[in-house]
């Protein structure tokens, strides 16, 4: 299968059996806007079915892997659900959004071929969402991680809440997802959110390569077997994790809070919550 689609969130190369999927942005730090959240699903959906992939190894270009949501890029979606008028109509529409925006996220975790992620510089909010739908996470010296939502009045709805449990436990969930706070590769290996870290970007990507040509050189549907095993205990809680947070956050995103969190990232500000 050839990638002739131009895509505009990622540069995507096949050789050698092995897929290199590479978050460009357009936004600064890979940001994830539009372009990223409509192209996931087509992306790792042609890649579930390339017979000539077997692996796929995940980067971001430059010095960082993601700053997660592209807030401003993104702002057009959260305005009719933050109208003060907002009612059934617009909160559906954002419903709709939000479960579209996690089928992006889906396609990574559902993808039968083995996806090991390569992070260097920053991971922050959609990015751990990304990289926990991954099934091997490797990280940089430089890498530092973040569930950044609650710091942007957010419950975190693409995935970390619902799968990082299964990867790190719930007391170290927690602890990220109710401070918003960063830590390093070594904290991020010591809690099991990394398998490994490495000296700097080219020996992490390097050892994504690595592993991607261990896992491609195995007999193809047995690793894709294997692959459905380890998921299918976990699949239907993830699921309805997914679901209600949806439903959550069309209900009660809109906020005040949220409003002073988007207009201080336009003002680069620190901004003040009230609980309103």
């Known amino acids: 299968m050839t990638y002739v689609q131009e ?6 190369a096949v050789a050698d059996q092995i897929a290199e999927v590479t ?42 892997f993601s700053f997660g949501l592209d807030l401003p890029a993104m702002a057009a979606d959260f305005g009719k659900v933050l109208a003060d008028d907002a009612k059934a109509g617009p909160r559906t529409e954002f419903h709709d959004t939000i479960k579209r925006m996690q089928a992006g996220i889906n396609a990574v975790a ?18 751990v969402d990304l ?29 970390s809440l619902a799968r990082l449990g299964g990867i790190i436990g719930e007391g170290h969930v927690r602890e990220l997802a109710l401070t918003g706070k960063d830590i390093d ?10 398998n490994d870290v490495f000296d700097d970007a080219e020996s992490v990507l390097a050892a994504a390569r690595a592993t991607a ?20 205990t976990r699949r ?6 997914l679901r209600y947070v949806a439903a959550w956050n069309a ?25 309103r």
């Open 110 to 127: 559902d993808c039968r071929k083995p996806v090991i992620a390569a992070v260097s510089g920053w991971c922050i909010g959609g990015g």
């Open 185 to 194: 590769a070594r904290r991020a290996e010591q809690i099991g959110l990394v």
């Open 23 to 64: 978050l460009i942005g357009p936004g600064k730090g890979n940001a994830m806007g539009p372009d990223f959240w409509s192209e996931l699903v087509p992306l790792f959906g042609a890649l579930d079915t390339d017979p000539e992939v077997r692996a796929v190894v995940l980067a971001g270009a430059g010095k960082n």
């Open 131 to 159: 990289i926990t739908a991954a099934d091997i996470r490797y990280a940089g010296a430089d890498a530092k991680f973040s569930v950044r939502e609650v710091r942007v009045a957010i419950v975190a709805d693409m995935g």
């Open 251 to 275: 209900a009660f995103l809109p906020s005040e809070d949220l409003t002073e969190a988007i207009s201080a990232v336009f003002e680069k500000r620190p901004p003040t919550f009230r609980g």
């Open 236 to 241: 239907a809680q993830v699921e309805d994790s």
């Open 7 to 12: 895509w505009k969130a990622f540069d995507v």
């Open 213 to 232: 040509r261990e896992i491609a050189d195995l007999p193809p549907l047995v690793v894709q077997g294997t692959k459905t095993v380890l998921d299918h």
